[in-house]
């Protein structure tokens, strides 16, 4: 036997032949009828007070009927309450359906005939009069998120043409009758899942509090099982990015991490895809704290550690790969005393070959060139930069004549075949006789290369670019091109 809503029981202890309705007829013109054959518009009125057509304050029209829509005014309909006879659906005051293709709705004149029409009703709606007429409790989201549209008092529900509509004119909302149905067969899936889901949780909690806490030998722990497309189901709740607390973000990448090894038999372009897209963002986000880092003026200490933290950085300094083999490394030249020594920033090696070359990292503000010119427009070295490759050619020589000794601490081979230096100082020139200054100095020397930081910013923004979507092609069209006013079909 169905169950009952609790109101439909209160009714059922009633005395007084209540709750009451009325109904009028109307002709073409609007004038009151009693002929049903001359009837082109009925409305139901409904008490829950009292039978006495006469006292107009206890009755409140529910529904109007033509041979084409039903229009339902959802109201309270419990006497006595304080809201009695007040829209229930907020600022929604009426519903509007349109008539069926294959018959007109039919006048109602008595109970019975009102009881056929509303049960021709579409799903989802209350069809009871006597409770109350609109959408079902289980369905007020959808009342709920039209209502927050704002200034939206009527829903008016059509198909043909429109079956699948979601538009606003004026006060009004069309909402095509497919996409109804669709939204509430997605209510009832969540409301029957989580059912579901509740009844197992349940079920887990009391064996892992009960029979697991009293025998994990016979009663081994037993993991939550996930519905079929469970993530598929959350994503596909909201269009947009969905927002992920921190604990949210690193269960994320645990579930894609703990099955990784399934994703990359069945479906490996995802994974790679996912792969280009983490790669992506990453690379997005160390520019911005590299162009950061380089307004803020940071001093060389913070430099070095971002670097130790984002040795691929230094790679774009040489054209082959490197890795790094030691940070603030000793390249010789220590007195019989212990003091003195040369210290470099970085000591990297060439993946293939093992040849090691040294990096000098200074600071973005340090001066490139002398200045005033020295003549004719042309500049000579700054004493930072001369004084930089002179120091790093030092360290070169140490490290060469020493490399016996030194490397036998290193975990991994390495070699001087020949050894580069590298210099990251400055910032690029923008005068264009300080920028042909600066070129001509740094390609006459030998075996030191001088790199900007704004250059390893370029390099990393190319990157960046290259591995992010292509933008669309710009149209000549206008952002509102081809759009027309839409008529509504009924």
């Not at 008490?47 to 009927?65: A, C, G, M, N, R």
């Not at 009391?206 to 994990?216: F, M, N, Q, S, V």
């Not at 400055?426 to 030998?446: I, M, V």
Request: proline share 6%; with cysteine.
């Amino acid at each position: 036997m169905p169950s009952m809503r609790p109101s439909q029981i209160t009714f059922q202890s009633r005395t007084d032949g209540g709750p009451f309705v009325e109904f009028l007829l109307f002709d073409n013109e609007g004038i009151p009828t009693d002929d049903v054959l001359v009837a082109e518009h009925g409305e139901v009125y409904f008490s829950d007070l009292t039978k006495d057509f006469e006292t107009p304050e206890t009755w409140h029209q529910i529904l109007s009927v033509s041979p084409d829509e039903i229009c339902i005014h959802p109201i309270h309909q419990r006497g006595g309450s304080a809201n009695y006879g007040t829209p229930k659906h907020g600022p929604v005051h009426q519903i509007l359906l349109a008539r069926p293709k294959a018959h007109p709705y039919r006048i109602p004149t008595n109970r019975d005939e009102l009881e056929g029409l509303l049960s021709s009703l579409p799903d989802g709606f209350a069809k009871d009069w006597q409770i109350g007429l609109g959408l079902l409790w289980e369905y007020r989201f959808i009342i709920e998120s039209i209502s927050d549209i704002g200034d939206i008092h009527t829903i008016v529900i059509h198909g043909e043409d429109g079956s699948d509509d979601a538009k606003i004119h004026g006060s009004s909302y069309y909402l095509g009758i497919d996409r109804y149905s669709e939204l509430k067969r997605s209510l009832d899936r969540l409301s029957q899942r989580h059912q579901r889901e509740t009844r197992s949780d349940k079920q887990l909690v009391c064996y892992t509090g009960l029979a697991h806490a009293a025998d994990p030998i016979r009663n081994p722990e037993r993991p939550k099982k996930l519905p079929a497309n469970v993530l598929t189901d959350l994503i596909k709740l909201g269009r947009g990015r969905s927002q992920l607390s921190t604990a949210d973000q690193k269960s994320a990448v645990n579930l894609v991490k703990d099955n990784a090894d399934v994703i990359a038999k069945k479906t490996p372009m995802m994974l790679l895809d996912l792969k280009a897209d983490i790669e992506r963002v990453t690379l997005g986000e160390l520019v911005e704290r590299y162009k950061n880092l380089m307004s803020a003026d940071a001093k060389k200490d913070r430099w070095q550690q971002f670097l130790v933290d984002n040795p691929f950085i230094l790679d774009m300094a040489f054209s082959y790969p490197i890795k790094v083999v030691c940070e603030r490394p000793y390249v010789g030249s220590k007195r019989f005393n212990g003091r003195g020594g040369n210290y470099s920033d970085f000591l990297v090696a060439a993946k293939s070959t093992g040849n090691v070359a040294l990096i000098e990292i200074k600071h973005p503000k340090k001066d490139l060139l002398k200045t005033p010119a020295y003549r004719n427009n042309t500049y000579g070295p700054s004493i930072e930069l001369s004084g930089s490759v002179a120091q790093i050619i030092n360290q070169r020589a140490s490290l060469q004549r020493e490399i016996l000794q030194l490397k036998e601490d290193l975990e991994e081979p390495v070699h001087t075949y020949a050894v580069p230096a590298i210099v990251v100082i400055g910032r690029t020139p923008s005068d264009k006789h300080q920028r042909r200054s600066f070129e001509q100095y740094r390609n006459a020397l030998r075996d030191v290369s001088v790199v900007t930081f704004d250059e390893l910013q370029r390099r990393l923004e190319d990157i960046h670019k290259a591995l992010s979507p292509s933008a669309p092609a710009n149209s000549n069209l206008g952002p509102n091109a081809g759009a027309e006013e839409d008529d509504i079909p009924f």
